[in-house]
């Protein structure tokens, strides 16, 4: 974050909720759909390359989708018949 934002930001903390609530809707309203899909997606790759990172280091295990799914449907089964 630059400079200006990281004071703008400061400046905006300490405005009553109201106030940080129209800047908000303000600042939001302003970006297009395009804008923030593109946010979005950055967003997504960004956790993906996260997870990746995650794997590739230890810190996570990947399963098959198949065997998560199956899991997931006994889980589910299991409790609806209770």
């Known amino acids: 974050m ?3 934002a ?3 930001k400061d ?11 129209e800047v908000a809707r303000a600042v939001w309203d302003s970006l ?3 804008t923030v899909e593109e946010l979005e997606e950055a967003e997504w790759i960004a956790e993906l ?9 230890g810190r996570a ?12 449907r006994a889980e ?3 409790e609806n018949e209770r």
Do not use: H, T
């Open 76 to 78: 589910l089964l299991g």
């Open 61 to 72: 295990i990947a399963e098959p989708a198949d065997q998560v799914m199956a899991e997931l």
């Open 11 to 21: 400046e905006l903390l300490r405005l009553p909720p109201q106030e940080r609530i």
């Open 49 to 57: 390359n996260r997870r990746a990172d995650d794997l590739a280091a």
């Open 6 to 8: 990281l004071r703008l």
């Open 2 to 4: 630059s400079e200006v």
């Open 32 to 34: 297009d759909d395009k």
